[in-house]
Nanobody
């Protein structure tokens, strides 16, 4: 049974930093995609960043480029999202996703097989 467990969310002031972690069990993402999505209250879920494990290719939404960094620790089956220079508009529930379906786009919520339960990030001005 695949499980993705996010941690590291919380409240921070604008300009601050947080690091989210996504630990996976029952799943080895070698040469697969792991991604972070977020969903602000009342809005659609959107892709934030993804990493193509095995090739270490990284992808970012324009809104977070230069501020967020996705990374992985294969030995721990864990993916991280380092978030710097946080803005109030970054406030959302952040979800970890894994296993991109064939032909899927990394930023599409419909393209992933597994999801975590989400962790809240709140950025105050």
């Amino acid at each position: 049974q695949v499980q993705l467990v996010e941690s590291g969310g919380g409240s921070v002031q604008a300009g601050g930093s947080l690091t989210l972690s996504c630990a996976s069990s029952g799943y080895t993402y070698n040469r697969d995609f792991m991604a972070w999505f977020r969903q602000p209250t009342g809005k659609e879920r959107e892709g934030v960043a993804a990493i193509w494990s095995g090739y270490n290719n990284r992808y970012y939404a324009d809104s977070v480029k230069g501020r967020f960094t996705i990374s992985q620790d294969s030995a721990k089956n864990t993916v991280y999202l380092q978030m710097n220079s946080l803005k109030p508009e970054d406030t959302a529930v952040y979800y970890c996703a894994a296993s991109l379906v064939s032909g899927g786009a990394w930023w599409s919520p419909d393209a992933y097989a597994y999801w975590g339960q989400g962790t809240q990030v709140t950025v105050s001005s």
